[in-house]
């Protein structure tokens, strides 16, 4: 039985790299049906539910308070002190509630963390301990090393980046449509005049904003690509080593690219001298 194990190793790492190797969809479908069939799903649901009124109310607080400013400044073109008054007041009201807001969706968002890893770590501890698991686990390959340390890492991150990016992707696409109608609204009849004829284009602060948005967004990740180099190797690290052998793989990492820009930038220098006036 024991002469058998060694064969199977390559059958074992050949099926992880094809479960690993799987498109979107069918992630997507595996990770469904494991909420689904958790028992911190009712919890979840609760707390995204919690989570999207907090952020429905806060892009509804930022229309409030893109809308105070006219009667604000409208108040102080007059000299109303009175009316200024009353203008602080709503202002207070106004970021007072937005501050508790961002209070409440930050702890929902923690909360929703804590519970994530809770049921992702209680599947893996169950499939962990299954029958024969930690015999296939030690003839798997790498990604059968230190598998408790791995649930440890591997919940945290996914959890966390789950989280995060599911309330921020939530958060911009609410501020999006709020304020995409606005914008549209307030440039939906404005003309530009160009050699004497009118030229109007309909919604333009909208295409403006989008355009904005585009190139600054390719202008950064053109300026920064040693970024995501180092992210990518992070991420590769992490997910291959012991966590104190990606420690340390880490920081080698962060230390030689530190001193390959330093260096470029110093022959890039020495390469242009300022010539004197």
Known sequence: MMSDAPGNAPDSASAT???ANVGLVPELAMMYQALWTSPVRNTLFMQAGAIFIV????AYGQILLNNWNKPFYDALSRRDFTAFLIQLGV???IAGALLALN???RYLGEMSKVKLREGLVEDLIHHWMLPGRASRLAHAGPIGINPDQRMHEDAR???ELSSDLA???????????TFISILWNLSRQFAFHIGGRDVVIPGYMVWA???YCASATRSITRARPTCAIRWCASMTISTQLPWRAAKRMKRAISISISRACSSRCAASSSASPISPG
């Open 17 to 19: 790299d094809a479960t």
């Open 55 to 58: 952020v429905a109310a806060t």
């Open 91 to 93: 202002f207070g009201l």
């Open 103 to 105: 209070v409440v969706q």
């Open 157 to 159: 991150h996914l959890t």
């Open 167 to 177: 309330v921020g992707l939530l958060q911009a696409s609410i501020l999006l449509l």
């Open 209 to 211: 904003a989008i355009i």
